[in-house]
């Protein structure tokens, strides 16, 4: 059997970021409106810090309004809703995105529920969730959107086929179970107490793992053919003392040879997260104006 295709979720990201590019623009010459995204840093976490200024430089390489705040690390969880509380009644704050995690003396369950539900751009809001499990329209979240855009870019459509999701966390596997039932197809969500878990996979069409242990998924867990989507990214030793590489949750090496479609680590579903949030930023930047989201945002 020939080796998968290798999904190349870069390049996607690269015209998805493009589409958008030319959207926000369209909004900005027909409406007056620049969508502006607030994007808040509670603390000095290294990882967190280069994850935010990547999505800001994003927001601003579209054409966007970037609006970076940063607090320290003692900040208070009244002090950071009151920040919440005045970019809900900012009428220039499209989007809110407040980067996770947060200290341990904030609450992130009441940040996520003080977020305004039309600018919640992370798709993290219980109302946000919510609408997507009743197969309403709704603000999605970032990750499993772009899962979902390169299965279809992969496949086609993918109704009628078996589909397993491993992992049930809020920000990947639920809503991706919810995204991939809307697409008509049969789910299973999979997890660390799932019986047989490998079986349980090798039964699917569509597999997306989102669990977060380093290649978990072994080429034997994979049915032949099928579409895998890795959203692991997991840091490992590397090849030379002192290094360290970047692998997802499914031994690539094995599964390339057994799928049909595959994401690579990185290069895969990782730059689709960003370009989701900018295309979530100028739809909710449409929404809140009565404008109809250009095609181009799908």
Excluded at 27 to 41: C, F, K, Y
Excluded at 85 to 102: C, F, K, M, R, Y
Excluded at 161 to 172: C, E, F, P
Excluded at 199 to 213: P, W, Y
């Amino acid at each position: 059997m020939a080796e998968a295709r290798i999904i190349d979720g870069k390049g996607f990201a690269d015209a998805l970021r493009a589409r958008v590019a030319g959207a926000a623009d369209a909004v900005m010459r027909e409406h007056g409106i620049t969508p502006g995204l607030a994007a808040v840093l509670v603390g000095d976490d290294p990882a967190s810090a280069v994850y935010v200024r990547n999505k800001e430089k994003a927001v601003a390489d579209s054409g966007m309004a970037s609006m970076p705040y940063r607090l320290p690390a003692d900040t208070s969880e009244r002090a950071l809703l009151d920040l919440v509380a005045e970019l809900n009644a900012d009428s220039t704050v499209h989007g809110i995105l407040v980067q996770l995690p947060l200290p341990k003396q904030i609450r992130a369950e009441a940040v996520i529920e003080a977020v305004d539900p039309a600018k919640d751009v992370d798709g993290f809001h219980p109302v946000n969730a919510g609408l997507l499990a009743t197969g309403r329209p709704a603000l999605v979240p970032c990750t499993p959107l772009g899962c979902m855009m390169l299965i279809r870019d992969a496949i086609g459509e993918p109704r009628g086929l078996d589909a397993v999701v491993l992992g049930r966390s809020n920000i990947v596997g639920k809503p991706m179970a919810a995204l991939l039932l809307a697409a008509d197809c049969t789910v299973t969500i999979a997890h660390s107490r799932t019986r047989d878990l490998a079986a349980v996979c090798r039964r699917a069409d569509i597999l997306v793992a989102a669990v977060g242990r380093a290649e978990m998924v072994r080429g034997d867990w994979i049915k032949p053919g099928a579409c895998v989507i890795d959203v692991g990214i997991n840091r490992v030793p590397g090849a030379e003392p002192g290094k360290t590489r970047l692998v997802g949750d499914v031994a690539f090496a094995e599964a390339k040879t057994v799928a049909g479609a595959i994401t690579p680590v990185p290069g895969g579903v990782g730059p689709m997260t960003i370009a989701c949030l900018l295309r979530n930023t100028v739809a909710a930047a449409c929404h809140q104006n009565g404008i109809a989201p250009p095609a181009a945002l799908g």
